[in-house]
């Protein structure tokens, strides 16, 4: 089974800026689309971001300006540069990746990693 393992979480005041990580255990591991979601407490979880093996991106109006995904799809590897952080960014950030498992679509996550934003 792959696993996606983020890192980078933490605590940062309002202004400032972060970077999550996400890496796939297995090398050959070939998801289509690679992003991050997030949940607040009490909140539904929303996408953030998302970008395509091609390189297209998709970004939550709430993060347009501020948040910026890239993607090594040499090391299977997912960014979320998050700058200019407000309070409301504040949940537990999710890596998501979609491919196929057993020839049929599947979502994979990551375990989550907290950002917490506060002075």
């Known amino acids: 089974q792959v696993q996606l393992v983020e890192s980078g979480g933490g605590l940062v005041q309002p202004g400032g800026s972060l970077r999550l990580s996400c890496a796939a255990s297995?090398?050959?591991?070939?998801?289509?689309?690679m992003g991050w979601y997030r949940q607040a407490p009490g909140e539904q979880r929303e996408m953030v971001a998302a970008?395509?093996?091609?390189?297209?991106?998709n970004y939550a109006d709430s993060v347009k300006g501020r948040f910026t995904i890239s993607r090594d799809n040499a090391k299977n590897t997912v960014y979320l540069q998050m700058n200019s952080l407000k309070s409301e960014d504040t949940a537990v950030y999710y890596c998501?990746?979609?491919?196929?498992?057993?020839?049929?679509?599947?979502?994979?996550w990551g375990q989550g990693t907290q950002v917490t934003v506060s002075s």
């Open positions: 970008v395509t093996r091609g390189g297209s991106t």
């Open positions: 998501h990746a979609d491919a196929l498992r057993f020839g049929r679509p599947y979502d994979y």
């Open positions: 297995r090398s050959t591991f070939s998801p289509n689309a």
